[in-house]
């Protein structure tokens, strides 16, 4: 991949496009909003103004290290408290495409609408890449940053245009441009993240309750497999529950899964063979420091005929 080129190309058409409007971008932390982020911040300086959503669906501490370590790169990033936003939409959801699409529209409608209006941007642009367009359009999961490619027109919408400056590239092509941008290592490295966060980690319903327990298990994975090497790790809480015994006590409590993943592009994924010691120690710090939850799983299933995110 010609990385110098794909940099030139797309600063280019982001400044043509934009002209002498403003833009402003759904920064997440994740490497594809990251990217956009940077690309964007080169093409059209103070014309853009990257902001940071807090969903309530982040991992622990994220928002704030976000705006920092851009911050530290020179770019400023506006941090939006849409929490309750968020909660709200979710509240009663438990099948997987109601979720998907109350994340989609409080965040495009409701608070990127807000913040449209209030900054005068015309232009809003989006990590979107060829994996999200691909599984969407096929109907294998709804992602959240699709809107033109199924029929939803953003300017009549939302009042604003979507530009996809990453919509050619996968997760590979990505981090490569990444790393010629010299951009920090733990943005270049950092693990998939989806969209809709935490909420495609809970099974059934999403409250402030079953959040904080899929925060703490998360925390506890990426604290562990932080040097694996996978592609991807992640903590899954389900809508079951299961009979155990804490105190000498009977107790009918969460389940967490683990899942740890091999892959390139997202397209194709297999599960990572762990050490049995590693998963033991996982398996033992979840039971133990997460209150309620007393079973831990490790899923095995490739994709297909999984999918990496379970909602």
């Known amino acids: 991949m010609d990385c110098k080129k794909f940099v030139d190309e797309q600063i280019t058409e982001i400044r043509q496009t934009v002209g002498d409007a403003t833009a402003i ?15 964007s ?6 014309q853009f103004k990257p902001v940071f959503v807090d969903s309530a669906l982040m991992r622990e501490g994220e928002p704030r290290q976000v705006v920092k370590t851009f911050a530290d790169m020179g770019i400023s990033v506006e941090l939006e408290d849409a929490r309750e936003d968020f909660l709200s939409a979710l509240a009663g959801l438990t099948d997987p495409e109601e979720k998907r699409q109350a994340v989609t529209d409080t965040f495009y409608s409701k ?41 939803i027109k953003p ?16 997760k590979d092509g990505v981090r490569e441009v990444c790393e010629y941008l010299e951009m920090p290592a733990e943005i270049c490295r950092r693990i998939p993240f989806p969209g809709p966060a935490l ?8 409250t402030r309750e079953r959040l904080a327990t899929v925060r703490a298990a998360t925390a506890i994975v990426e604290e562990e497999l932080g040097d694996s090497g996978a592609f991807q790790y992640m903590a899954v809480l389900l809508n079951d529950r299961a009979t155990g015994i804490r105190d000498e006590k009977r107790e009918f409590g969460q389940i967490i899964v683990v899942r740890c993943i091999e892959s390139i592009d997202a397209r194709t994924a297999t599960a990572t063979e762990l050490p049995w010691d590693k998963l033991l120690r996982i398996c033992e710090r979840i039971t133990s420091e997460i209150e309620g939850v007393n079973r831990c799983l490790y899923d095995l299933t490739p994709k297909p005929p999984a999918t990496i995110e379970y909602i």
């Open 111 to 151: 608070v990127f609408g807000r913040l449209v209006k209030d900054s005068g941007a015309k232009f809003l642009l989006h990590g979107t890449i060829l994996t999200d367009i691909e599984e969407t359009v096929a109907g294998i999961k709804r992602q959240h940053n699709i809107l033109a490619q199924i029929g």
């Open 199 to 206: 909420a495609t980690r809970i099974v059934g319903e999403v």
């Open 155 to 170: 300017e009549e919408d939302y009042g604003y245009s979507v530009l996809e400056p990453l919509k050619t590239l996968r």
């Open 25 to 39: 971008s759904a920064l997440s932390g994740g490497v594809d909003s990251s990217l956009v982020t940077v690309l």
């Open 41 to 46: 911040h080169r093409a059209l300086g103070k």
